[in-house]
């Protein structure tokens, strides 16, 4: 006699739009004042003004602007950024969302503690999502087995990379009962244990199918989906 309970979890990431700012470098130009002591004023052949003349003409190079890397929707366009090499970008700081606070346990100092490595340093588009894979893994090890990170559609500037959190959570409950328990008993047990809407984790699961496992003639089996 056997009881099946098959678990929906849903998850969905919504866009997360950050208000940037670009700062222009502030060139400070200082001239050096001409000191006014008397000498003989000399004044310069045609061959020196001319040089002097084409050499005025000349503008200085201007310094390279590096531009903001832009992450897009999910689609070809990322896919494409996952082989390009040469795009880099130096994160300074990552701003977690969608993460409610203190979640098992994982704090916000705990996430930033994992990707202090990776700060200050080029990344590119494929380091980037190896640092949300390291935050995904983190809560994973905590339990949280259909949580993830993921990297929102953004541009990057100044540094700050932004890591939405997507928990993983219970949706609906399908049972499919062969055994002589009602079906009834066992939905409210596991309406109990796993509340629509919770974050889906290890834990509750194993404790749902104990639970269930102990009523007498029923061998219970839990599958997510």
């Known amino acids: 006699m056997k009881s099946l309970i098959k678990r929906a979890c849903f998850a ?5 739009r950050r208000a940037t700012f670009l700062f222009s470098p502030l060139v400070l130009l200082v001239y050096s004042g001409i000191a006014s002591a008397v000498s003989p004023v000399s004044v310069p052949g045609a061959g020196t003004l001319g040089n ?11 310094a390279p602007v590096n ?15 996952s082989g390009d090499n040469h795009t880099t970008v130096s994160v300074k ?19 930033q503690r994992e990707l202090a490595v ?7 588009f494929a380091g980037l999502e190896a640092m949300a894979q390291k935050i995904t893994a983190l809560y994973r090890h905590h339990g949280l087995l259909v949580a993830r990170a993921v990297l929102p559609p953004q541009t990057l500037k100044d540094g700050v990379l932004t890591i ?15 055994s002589s328990v ?12 796993t509340p629509r809407g919770d974050v889906v984790t290890r834990k509750q699961l194993e404790r749902e199918a104990l639970l269930l496992g102990e009523i007498p ?7 997510m989906k």
Not at 12 to 16: E, Q, S
Not at 93 to 111: A, H, I, R, W
Not at 118 to 124: I, S
Request: charged residues 20%.
């Open 12 to 16: 969905r990431a919504k866009n997360v």
């Open 52 to 62: 002097q003349l084409r050499q005025e003409s000349v503008l200085a190079p201007k």
């Open 67 to 81: 531009a903001p890397l832009v992450l897009p929707e999910e689609g070809t366009a990322r896919r494409s950024l």
């Open 93 to 111: 700081q990552v701003v977690f969302t969608g993460n409610p606070p203190g979640l098992k346990g994982l704090s916000e100092t705990d996430l």
């Open 118 to 124: 990776d700060l200050n340093r080029p990344q590119t």
């Open 164 to 178: 939405r959190i997507i928990p993983g959570r219970y949706d609906s409950a399908h049972i499919s009962n062969t």
């Open 182 to 193: 009602s079906t009834s008993v066992a939905q409210r047990l596991v309406s109990t244990t």
């Open 217 to 223: 003639g029923v061998n219970a089996q839990v599958a």
